[in-house]
Nanobody, 117 residues
Framework: QQQLVESGGGLVQAGGSLRLSCSAS????????MGWYRQAPGKEREFVAT????????FYADSVKGRFTISRDNAKNTVYLQMNSLKPEDTGVYYCAACRSGTCDYWGQGTQVTVAS
């Protein structure tokens, strides 16, 4: 079982950067693919990025490619999302998720990211 806690959100001007962190409990962290998702006000939650358990493969939503980078440190049970060149449309609550076999069973409580224009 994984308990996930996100941090690092906040208010930033357009063009700025933030780094989100997601710390996981449990001793099987490296077995999980980790994902970042976000939900803007009035919209469905959407996929942002994912990274495989051993950190090899990474996938991004088209809207964030070239601006966001997902990484993980399995020794620290932590996954990161480096967000650069932020845009107002990146505003939302960002969630991390632990996923296996295509299903994300564990979710964090979310961290708010607000990008001011």
């Amino acid at each position: 079982q994984q308990q996930l806690v996100e941090s690092g959100g906040g208010l930033v001007q357009a063009g700025g950067s933030l780094r989100l962190s997601c710390s996981a409990s449990g001793d099987t962290f490296s077995l999980y693919a980790m994902g970042w998702y976000r939900q803007a006000p009035g919209k469905e939650r959407e996929f942002v990025a994912t990274i495989k358990g051993l950190g090899g493969s990474r996938f991004y939503a088209d809207s964030v490619k070239g601006r966001f980078t997902i990484s993980r440190d399995n020794a620290k049970n932590t996954v990161y999302l480096q967000m650069n060149s932020l845009k107002p449309e990146d505003t939302g609550v960002y969630y991390c998720a632990a996923c296996r076999s295509g299903t994300c069973d564990y979710w964090g409580q979310g961290t708010q990211v607000t990008v001011a224009s």
